[in-house]
């Protein structure tokens, strides 16, 4: 296991950010600052968010494991690769394939961040994107609710802001994001009011802005006022929350397979030289990070299987996307590979 870097939070300093979070705007961050997060509609027009939710299931299809999209009976999860919480790849160089860094480099993606930040100088995260096909076909996955923070306690004030670019629907009875609306805004208080002791086994490096909830937080947050809330947003909509908001992942009852891809922009200004510097190695070796664009810069690393009681190498596992990304100033920029 990497060695924690907790002790780094409580020396990490920031350029000061110019955001006000209590500032009337007249559009979208009136939402965002009242309740936490905010659908922004239409950053993508309908058919290029299907053309890219057609590409992301090429990819699927392209382990060669049975997978069809248009044969049902193909959906199961033996056909496909390893992920994470049903349908989260973090391996495989998913987060670099040219039709991820295409949404990334999108200007209406990449506006309200813009505007968010009061910057057009940004770094995005190399997160990756998401497939989880319906339990209603596939079977049940572990569906229990894992309440959390992405941003650790130690960290104060408004420092990240994640966001999902919606290529499939996410109505009320499809996959989606579950929030506890206007959580965010308590986040010192609660962390104030309920220290964190004891052992932290989560805190590792990759996961040090990562902090997971009990059911009696979450009754703490409702005797605030707060409510749990499933946020529904059509094809071509983007969803920023911020990260201290209390959020998870819920599994729809529909037959439809979510298809998402997470990005997080932040401004450049914000990352030191040393970490621009493993950012541009990470993203020369196509590595999957963590959901923070300009600090806590942790591969995911490569995908492993056990043989005979023994961690190798997954055979399915690629060391550079199936289809690369075109490196343009502005791509290479957001990377980090070059600076502002």
């Known amino acids: 296991m990497a060695p924690s870097r907790v002790d780094a939070i409580h020396t990490a300093t920031y350029s000061s950010s110019k955001v006000q979070e209590r500032v009337q705007t007249g559009d979208w961050r009136d939402d965002f600052f009242r309740d936490g997060f905010a659908v922004i509609k239409n950053v993508l027009p309908k058919d290029r968010a299907q053309q890219y939710r057609s590409d992301s299931l090429t990819w699927l299809e392209s382990f060669g494991l049975g997978f069809d999209r248009n044969d049902k009976s193909t959906w199961k999860k033996e056909n496909l690769p390893q992920n994470w919480k049903g349908g989260m790849y973090l391996h495989f160089s998913a987060a670099h394939e040219k039709y991820m860094w295409d949404i990334r480099c999108e200007p209406g993606v990449i506006k309200p961040f813009s505007e968010l930040w009061e910057t057009d100088e940004l770094v995005v995260s190399f997160d990756t994107v998401n497939i989880t096909l319906p339990q209603s076909i596939v079977g049940a996955y572990d569906s229990s609710p894992w309440p959390h923070v992405d941003q650790a306690p130690e960290r104060r004030g408004l420092r990240c802001v994640q966001g999902i670019v919606n290529l499939s629907n996410s109505g009320p009875d499809d996959g989606g994001l579950v929030v506890m609306r206007k959580s965010s805004s308590l986040f010192n208080q609660f962390f104030d009011e309920n220290p964190v002791t004891g052992p932290t086994p989560w ?15 979450l009754d703490w947050y409702r005797a605030q006022g707060c409510e749990l809330m499933k946020v529904c947003a059509e094809p071509g909509d983007l969803i920023l929350w911020d990260s201290r908001q209390m959020h998870w992942a819920q599994f729809g009852e529909s037959d439809l397979i979510r298809t998402i891809a997470y990005v997080t922009y932040t401004p450049a200004a914000w990352m030191s030289e040393e970490d621009r510097l493993s950012k541009k190695e990470l993203f020369e070796h196509y590595e999957t990070t963590t959901h923070w664009p300009h ?9 492993m299987v056990t043989v005979d009681g023994v961690e190798t190498p997954d055979p399915l596992e690629r060391d550079e996307p199936i289809t690369k990304p075109i490196k343009t100033e502005k791509l290479l920029k957001l990377a980090g590979a070059l600076p502002y």
Not at 203 to 209: G, I, L, N, P
Not at 295 to 303: D, R, V
Request: no cysteine; glycine share 4%.
């Open 203 to 217: 805190r590792t490096a990759k996961h040090e802005d990562f902090h997971p909830f009990q059911q009696k937080d």
């Open 295 to 303: 600090t806590n810069l942790f591969s995911h690393g490569k995908a």
